[in-house]
């Protein structure tokens, strides 16, 4: 092989390779957009079946049985060999689907009113809940002060309300302002670094005028701590209306989603949200008719090449997005059946060891992708939380979000006249097979905003 050939066939690897990884962490929207671009470009590249056609249904679905995950073909394509149609499934209930995730255009109150309605609370506090959602503005915070709205119920009802609002999905709704807003992401999500209050509260107004790098010296934050406290900040929405303004409609798209059947967890890959591509075999058979045109039989060579690793990475994609999220739902069984409380600690290095990629690919195929539950909507990445020691030799690991709801589910269970004392707290979560240290149970007892015994 020649210098110039060789040149060639690394800058075409490093091409296709660029052109994977770009694809692999598109969202859903942004998915659309580029195909459509690329079959407005590429005359190689055919459109068998347009998005959103439940005719000919193509959906991907998974089952979760005992500890395997079975995984159907997920990308139609009949001009590559090794392709094959996925089976035919229920049009209506695809329909359903696609009407649920992404038909349906809702302001942030409609979307917010319709969450409180299956949210199990008193009329006096579903009563408040509303108006404060009423009161919000486009992004989010309160118009008025919330007490203005609270004068005629009793004490207490206003915090609960609030705190129903803002654990609503998008995070962080019905606060005054954006720093309290990403306090209160933290607050509910329990996974922020130490230290993150001062963090926002300080170190992100100074920020406005001066350099980070000498906001991070002054205040004497050491470089991995600043480096966590920006990874973090950068996965919460400072304004979390605003992915419903009406100026600018957003949607979010499920990738995916998990539904429970007779007692197993199927996951269903949203591809009919996407057209279905082959290579147009018409256009190459235009290079039999060229002759000895060389220029056009090379542009139709290219084409076709082109749209083929086209295809070819659009279906590493969504393989790679099934078999991530097939070992996550596998990994997460618990929380897909019994909610929040029973998720448990996960690293993207679980994940990549278990599907055998790097834990890069792992990031970027779970990040701004999101499935549907019977909890709600999540982004991929919130399955990946932060663990603490279980207790046993086994080295049991339990997540700190799961650590949190039975400290609170204790405190709810107990007497106020018994107040228990931090130390018993972490007696009786050893108990239950969580070992926390005193000073522990402490930090997150005030993470959740639960005051002490001696308070309470």
Known sequence: MSTHQSLVQKQVITQKLIQSIKLMAMPLSELKETIQEEVEKNPALEVVQEAGEVDAPAQSESKVRDDQVTETDFFANSSDPGYQPAPKGDADSKQRFLEGAVSREESLHDHLINQLRITEVSPDVADLAEQIIWNLDEDGFHRESPDLLAKSVENGILDKALKVVRSMEPLGCACAEWRESLLVQAEIRADGPENFEHFV???????????????????????????????????????????????????????????????????????????????????????????????????????????????????????????????????????????????????????????????????????NKYIQTDWGLFELKFFFTNSISGAGSSGSRVSKVAAKEVIKEILAETEPQKRLSDQKLSNLLARRGINLARRTVAKYRNELDLPSSYQR
């Open 201 to 367: 509260m300080n170190a992100l107004p100074l920020m406005e005028k001066k350099r980070p790098e000498d906001v991070r010296s002054s205040m004497k934050i050491s470089r991995e701590d600043w480096e966590d406290f920006e990874e973090y900040i950068r996965t919460l929405n400072p304004f979390p209306g605003r992915l419903y303004s009406t100026e600018t409609p957003q949607y979010i798209i499920p990738d995916l989603e998990v539904r429970e059947l007779e007692g197993e967890h199927v996951l269903v890959l949203n591809d009919e949200v996407l057209p279905v591509l082959r290579v147009d075999p018409d256009f190459e058979k235009l290079s039999d008719e060229t002759g000895s045109d060389k220029d056009a039989r090379r542009f139709i060579s290219d084409h076709s090449r082109e749209a083929r690793y086209f295809i070819n990475s659009l279906a590493q994609r969504d393989n790679t997005l099934l078999k991530a999220a097939r070992s996550i739902v596998e990994f997460q069984r618990d929380f897909f059946s019994g909610g929040p409380r029973f998720l448990k600690p996960l690293t993207l290095k679980d994940v990549a060891g278990e599907i055998g990629v790097h834990e890069a690919t792992v990031s970027r195929i779970t990040t």
